[in-house]
Antibody, heavy 119, light 110 residues
């Protein structure tokens, strides 16, 4: 069974960098069949795709936040990470990591981690 | 404004059939697969439908998806109280180069 677990600070100050890590078990993040994605849920609003990374390192980001986001892979640790710079209160959300496929959709998800941007 | 448009709310009584629509365009639904997710805030979203109309193992056949042109829909039959949740459609958009979710539909079971 594939499992994902997010980790990282729950509180980030405005203008600073948000950093989260997703640890994957039960699957290889080097598999060419899937991509590894971050999705967030703003309180009281809808789901928003942040970006994803393929095993090759190729990345795709949401155009609305592309300039502030970097997703990277650490295959030795079976982890992938999210960095988002210059955060504001609008980045306060529950952040989920998930395994996705073009055909299969996002089939396995982490439990989510709340990140609050506040001074 | 979302790339994919869903009604903000839907409702039904136990046992009824409810349909949730998702409207997009030629660069997303019109040329890519549609996926549907079930989400209870505070819990992880769950994949309900993939490749327009296929159910992952474990998803009851009360849930069905369809797609026609640039629109898609999710149907839930035999409505149950535990179906009360937010439902999202999603699709890749070729023009914008990314995945996009609809704004979500809050389903209430009366």
């Amino acid at each position: 069974q594939v499992q994902l677990q997010e980790s990282g600070p729950g509180l980030v100050k405005p203008s600073q960098t948000l950093s989260l890590t997703c640890t994957v078990s039960g699957d290889s993040i080097s598999s060419p069949d899937y991509f590894w994605t971050w999705i967030r849920h703003h309180p009281g609003k809808g789901l928003e795709w942040v970006g994803y990374i393929y095993y090759s390192g190729t990345t795709y980001y949401n155009p609305s936040i592309k300039s502030r986001v970097t997703i990277s892979l650490d295959t030795s640790k079976t982890q992938f990470s999210l960095k988002m710079t210059s955060v504001t209160a609008a980045d306060t959300a529950v952040y989920y990591c998930a395994r996705g496929g073009y055909d299969s959709g996002c089939d396995f998800w982490g439990q989510g981690t709340l990140v609050t941007v506040s001074s | 404004q979302s790339v994919l448009t869903q009604p903000p709310s839907a409702s039904g009584t136990p046992g009824q059939r409810v349909t949730i629509s998702c409207s997009g365009g030629t660069s997303n639904i019109g040329s890519n697969y549609v996926f549907w997710y079930h989400h209870v805030p505070g819990a992880a979203p769950k994949l309900l439908i993939y490749k327009n109309n296929r159910r992952p193992s474990g998803v009851p056949d009360r849930f069905s998806g369809s797609k026609s042109g640039t629109s898609a829909s999710l149907a839930i039959s035999g409505l149950r109280s535990e179906d009360e949740a937010d439902y999202y459609c999603a699709s890749w958009d070729d023009s914008l180069g990314g995945w996009f979710f609809g704004g979500g539909t809050k389903l209430t079971v009366l």
